[in-house]
């Protein structure tokens, strides 16, 4: 049963526009949320993470918002560039579960 | 800057074979881990381990082994590879394995003919 789910396996948008990235999730015991970035032939990095706790999480152009009473989790990027192009995936803490991924292209 | 470091980067075996995927990681963390990402599946947990000699099961553990005999490593062997273990596995190390971000490395592409 996949309890994080990204819906949306690609996204295009242009440079300089803002890129919204989705994710939901089913168990209500998770507590901590991660957005991992993956560029190909390459391993998974963290960009940002928000606790339960909190509604919004902020780093430079990444922000990631949380929704508990509906199980959602979004990540905006702002303006986005075209380096952002790749995979982003969606995880939750505790039990490591990942989401399908999204892949993003940012179009010059 | 090492940091979490995987061998080989490409393997292709023959159904029946085994080997073992290594992992090693310089950072001191407790927490280590394997996950294989599938097309559409996203990242699933194998094994994981929260510190030396303790490993347990994740999502998808059958047909897999680990052991965690020092904090740096954590192999991860195939005892009779199929077909269906054709995946591109990562191995990854965090402080704690709980609300704190993962380092993976680069990751091992097997395919099982």
């Known amino acids: 049963d996949q309890q994080v789910k990204q819906n949306s396996p690609s996204l295009s948008v242009q440079e300089g526009r803002i890129s919204i990235l989705n994710c939901d999730y089913t168990n209500s015991m998770f507590d901590y949320f991660l957005w991992y970035k993956k560029y190909p032939a390459e391993g998974p990095t963290f960009l940002i993470s928000i606790s339960s706790i909190k509604d919004k999480n902020e780093d430079g152009r990444f922000t990631v918002f949380l929704n508990k009473s509906a199980k959602h989790l979004s990540l905006h990027i702002v303006p986005s560039q075209p380096g952002d192009s790749a995979v982003y995936f969606c995880?939750?803490?505790?039990?490591?579960?990942f989401g399908a991924g999204t892949r993003l292209t940012v179009k010059p | 800057n090492a940091g979490v470091t995987q061998t080989p980067k490409f393997q292709v075996l023959k159904t029946g074979q085994s080997m073992t995927l290594q992992c090693a990681q310089d950072?001191?963390?407790?927490?280590m881990s394997w996950y294989r990402q599938d097309p559409g599946m996203g990242l699933r947990l194998i094994h994981y381990s929260v510190g030396a000699g303790i490993t347990d099961q994740g999502e998808v553990p059958n047909g897999y082994n680990v052991s965690r005999s020092t904090t740096e490593d954590f192999p991860l062997r195939l005892l009779s590879a199929a077909p269906s273990q054709t995946s591109v596995y990562f191995c990854?190390?965090?402080?704690?394995?709980?609300?704190?971000?993962?380092?993976f490395g680069q990751g091992t592409r097997l395919t099982v003919v």
């Open positions: 995880a939750a803490s505790p039990e490591g579960r």
């Open positions: 950072m001191n963390h407790e927490y």
């Open positions: 990854a190390s965090s402080v704690t394995g709980e609300n704190t971000e993962a380092f």
